[in-house]
């Protein structure tokens, strides 16, 4: 006696794959809907090998910095994206609120970047829209490690995207909740338990300036003026970051995060303030 064939139970073939019910992680239903829309997903036609990057003239973004302070935490970036030798663009924005609580820094290949930002923003408003609740914060954290992962084949030819995530950690028992994540190009997360961490090519200056700037106790204005002056020590020594711009009124892109206010970019006109009373202060002492 035989039996008919099984139907196949595979995924939903066109609108029906958008309409069935699924898990609650963006990326992955992408992953099955879209695999091409994937971050670090290389379109045909880019050169094979460790020096694709280098055969084709793609803008990276540079230095982002990030320091806890006595409510929360600051992230910062400059606003220059360079390739090779040329400044790709002035004014790119590099630093993104991805949810209430939560904000990240792209460092890298720019375009691979802001897809993973932007990858990153939906996945957590989908998962928040599907189950009701936020995700917890290192729940955020294990999502974006799982995306560089993704992007490992791209940052093996060259396209590397590094990420800092910080965020306020509204179940923290002890503390500020201020908290401050970064990645390898392979996905691997570390929590940064100094307070203050910098990526990019100006990070090892940006650093250097965190390490004798930062104060844990600051208050918000405090932090985000160490902020700038870590910015503005990296462009001073490296090429590839860019420092405040005067004249074109382009200045850093600042998101505080606290647990009343949550992630709030910082207004124009306050970082503006805070960049004239450094730039003048560097005048005077170009050392700081």
């Known amino acids: 006696m035989s039996f008919p064939e099984r139907p196949s139970l595979g995924a939903p073939a066109g609108l029906g794959a958008f309409l069935a019910p699924g898990v609650t992680s963006f990326t992955d239903f992408v992953a099955t809907a879209a695999p091409h829309l994937l971050p670090g997903r290389l379109p045909p036609g880019l050169p094979a090998g460790a020096g694709a990057a280098a055969a084709v003239d793609i803008p990276h973004g540079t230095t982002i910095v990030a320091l806890t302070f006595a409510d929360g935490v600051v992230i910062a970036g400059d606003r220059r994206a360079t390739s090779g030798n040329v400044i790709a663009q002035r004014d790119i924005e590099k630093v993104f609120v991805t949810d209430s609580h939560s904000a990240i820094g792209i460092a890298g290949t720019a375009g691979f970047g802001l897809q993973m930002a932007r990858l990153f923003t939906v996945d957590l408003e989908h998962y928040e829209k599907t189950e009701g609740v936020s995700l917890s914060f290192d729940g955020k954290a294990n999502k974006l490690a799982g995306m560089v992962q993704q992007n490992l084949g791209a940052a093996l030819q060259g396209f590397v995207v590094i990420p800092l995530l910080v965020g306020f950690d509204l179940h923290a028992p002890n503390g500020s909740g201020g908290r401050i994540v970064t990645y390898d190009a392979a996905g691997g997360r570390y929590d940064e338990l100094l307070g203050y961490h910098a990526i990019g090519s100006g990070s090892v ?84």
């Open 205 to 288: 200056f940006a650093k250097s300036a965190l390490k004798k700037r930062h104060n844990p106790g600051a208050d918000r204005t405090g932090a985000v003026r160490a902020a700038v002056e870590a910015l503005y020590d990296a462009a001073d020594d490296d090429t590839a970051t860019g420092g405040p711009d005067l004249t074109r009124r382009i200045f850093p892109v600042v998101v505080s995060i606290t647990g009343p206010e949550g992630a709030v970019r910082r207004p124009e006109e306050e970082i503006e303030s805070i960049v004239r009373d450094v730039v003048t202060g560097r005048t005077e002492n170009p050392g700081g």
